[in-house]
């Protein structure tokens, strides 16, 4: 069997590795630019800010993946329709929400914070009908849109945020400066849309949209919720100074979660044009595909981030952050599991609700857990409380996924090549641990000896043709170098 075609996936990692990169400048400037305490106060705003405007989405935006791909054009404009209407609705309804005192005093707890709880409520309700725009140019194959639009975004964003900071060196100027800025991306995006499709509610498409949307929404609603908990807790229980520290932790990897998510949403069309033909063979051979492939590329790049954890946040911030490193490597190390791809069959079948399952289950245990660790250890608890939320769930729905599949957890994966790309990953890593521990080298040959690494293992994946490019198109490409 053929492997799905992945050439729309390339054009939606470009332009959400070309954003990643431009938010990555962001937390680099701030960090320097606005005193400790201050961008300790910053990052719980954008912590609120970036988690309730999905939670409060409720997933409705997904829905597109489902429905669009095989709808006729009216079809397509109702689903549409339907779904920003949802989503401006949930906008008004997260202002109501959180303006409510026993939910807000809880959130933006008796600190700083709490002086502009105001402007993140408003912050998070124009971003809301933005949650649509990433499905609709993914079901559109509106390349272009699709590259460009995350990074100008990006760009218009972090602009906003340190022109404001550099000029004014003031957090509410800052914020007002992040509310201009939303509702700037929400007009554009209502223009998108009006542009390219005719507004055509319909009640009749509603329903079905709702009974996909609503389990997925709020597994998804739960599942951010966990993910953040340790940072919202950790709001009440530990002071700007330490939360600065805290949050410099959560550092993306540069290219792993962009392009992770950009395969993961091809892969879910694909796998969900593979259920609907009533072909389970072929969902269950794109899902094994794409864990090999996304573990393929990401193995070696996490291994060595976090085995330099130390010279990584040396080298990125201001050395009063540098106690941040051993957080940094435990989450780093949390992105092997995002890489298994939990949910995406639950996705592509249409039974979301077994996600919700596992979440509740998983927010059951690791919610009260966290509660505890962050109350009890501070920051070290909030650490793995963190682990706990962000991996619990992904081994819970990889089991019901199995069992939906109709496969045992023998072949549920190709474990065979999961085996080799995580095996050979490590012990390729053995000579950079000998190397640290004994030599302590500067940053840069930390770079250079983890450049050398990556490339190797890269080689040794196409070799093996496991890695996520096909091994004849490398060996093509190298071909058309060496003429």
């Known amino acids: 069997m053929e492997r799905a075609s992945n050439k729309f996936a390339l054009w939606l990692a470009i332009g959400r590795i070309l954003s990643m990169l431009v938010v990555f400048v962001m937390p680099l400037i701030l960090t320097r630019v606005l005193p400790q305490s201050d961008y300790g106060i910053f990052s719980q705003f954008f912590t609120l800010y970036m988690a309730f ?15 669009y791909p095989t709808a006729d054009e009216r079809g397509k404009d109702e689903y549409v329709s339907n779904t920003l209407f949802l989503l401006l609705v949930m906008s008004l309804v997260s202002v109501g929400v959180l303006s409510i ?8 707890g008796d600190g700083a914070l709490q002086n502009y709880s105001i402007l993140a409520i408003f912050c998070i309700a124009l971003a809301i009908p933005t949650n649509m725009v990433s499905p609709l140019l993914t079901v559109r194959e509106d390349k ?37 800025y939303q509702a700037l991306i929400l007009t554009w995006i209502l223009y998108y ?23 997925f929404g709020i597994t998804v609603a739960i599942q951010l919720f966990s993910t953040y908990f340790d940072k919202i807790v950790s709001i009440r229980f530990l002071d700007s100074v330490q939360y600065a520290i805290y949050s410099t932790a959560f550092l993306s990897i540069p290219g792993i979660n962009q392009i992770y998510e950009s395969l993961c949403q091809v892969n879910v069309v694909n796998m969900t044009k593979g259920y609907q033909e009533g072909r389970l063979d072929r969902v269950r051979y794109l899902y094994r595909d794409f864990v090999v492939k996304t573990l393929s590329f990401s193995t070696p790049v996490i291994l060595a981030v976090s085995l330099f954890a130390e010279e990584v946040i040396g080298l990125l911030y201001p050395a009063e952050y540098l106690p941040s490193a051993p957080f940094f490597r435990i989450y780093s190390l949390t992105f092997l599991t ?22 509740a289950v998983s927010a059951l245990i690791g919610l009260p857990s966290t509660y505890f660790l962050v109350r009890s250890y501070g920051i070290h608890g909030a650490i793995w409380g963190a682990v706990i939320n962000i991996c619990l769930p992904r081994f819970i729905q990889m089991f019901i996924e199995a069992r939906q599949a109709d496969a045992s957890i023998a072949n549920y994966l190709d474990w065979k ?35 050398v690494y990556v490339v190797l293992a890269y080689l040794l994946y196409v070799r093996k043709d496991v890695f996520l490019l096909p091994q004849e198109t490398v060996y093509r490409f190298f071909s058309k170098l060496k003429r």
Do not use: D
């Not at 890593?429 to 983890?450: D, E, T």
């Open 338 to 359: 995002a890489m298994l791809g939990a949910g995406t069959i639950l996705r592509a079948v249409g039974k979301t609700q077994y996600s919700l399952a596992a979440y």
């Open 101 to 108: 005192p026993f939910i807000g005093n809880r959130l933006f």
């Open 144 to 180: 272009i849109g699709a590259m460009l639009y995350p990074v100008l975004a990006a760009v218009f964003r972090v602009l906003a945020v340190v022109v404001a900071a550099c000029i004014k060196n003031s957090l509410s100027v800052v914020f007002h400066a992040l509310i201009i």
């Open 417 to 451: 090549n999961i085996g080799f790309v995580l095996g050979w990953g490590l012990v390729l890593l053995v000579p950079l641990i000998a190397i640290k521990l004994l030599l302590h080298p500067s940053v840069w040959i930390c770079i250079i000896l983890s450049g």
């Open 193 to 215: 849309t009006f542009r390219h499709h005719k507004i055509r509610p319909s009640r009749e498409k509603v329903i079905p949209q709702l009974l996909y949307s609503i389990p």
């Open 53 to 67: 405007n999905v939670i409060f989405a409720l997933g409705f935006h997904s829905n597109l993946f489902y429905f």
